[in-house]
């Protein structure tokens, strides 16, 4: 197994360990390897997408909750929206597994053309 194609299944997989920051090391040392370079930039950017989505959400409960007195109302959204956004989180995490096993699961052909 190439140190090319762990690298790449660690950056997807990194999700479990250190989500963003490993891929992003990768993508900032790695500008020499497009392959390498552009896997941990995708993962780097699939990482990010439950974080900011998460950020997003809680502000927007935030304002709301201070915005209206409605608290009933700005209640049932809080749930409703950290439902989703847990549905967004939780297929994410899977996703980025998914690519990981496909990495290392493809022959040294495929690896170049999964991401």
């Known amino acids: 197994m190439s140190e090319k194609k762990?690298?790449?299944?660690?950056?997807y997989f990194s999700?479990?360990?250190?989500?963003?920051?490993?891929?992003f090391i990768v993508w900032l040392l790695t500008a020499n390897n497009k392959d390498v370079h552009e896997t941990a930039k995708h993962a780097f950017l699939l990482h990010l997408i439950p974080v900011i989505l998460s950020i997003l959400t809680?502000?927007?409960?935030?304002i709301m909750g201070l915005a209206t007195k409605q608290t009933?109302?700005?209640?049932?959204?809080?749930?409703?929206?950290i439902v989703l956004v847990a549905l967004v989180d939780l297929s994410m995490f899977v996703y980025n597994l998914y690519l990981g096993i496909k990495i290392?699961?493809?022959?040294?052909?495929?690896?170049?053309?999964?991401s």
């Open 72 to 81: 009933q109302a700005t209640a049932i959204m809080f749930v409703i929206l």
């Open 58 to 62: 809680l502000m927007l409960v935030g």
């Open 15 to 23: 999700i479990v360990f250190a989500p963003f920051i490993f891929p």
């Open 104 to 114: 290392l699961l493809s022959d040294e052909n495929d690896a170049d053309q999964i």
């Open 6 to 11: 762990n690298i790449n299944a660690l950056s």
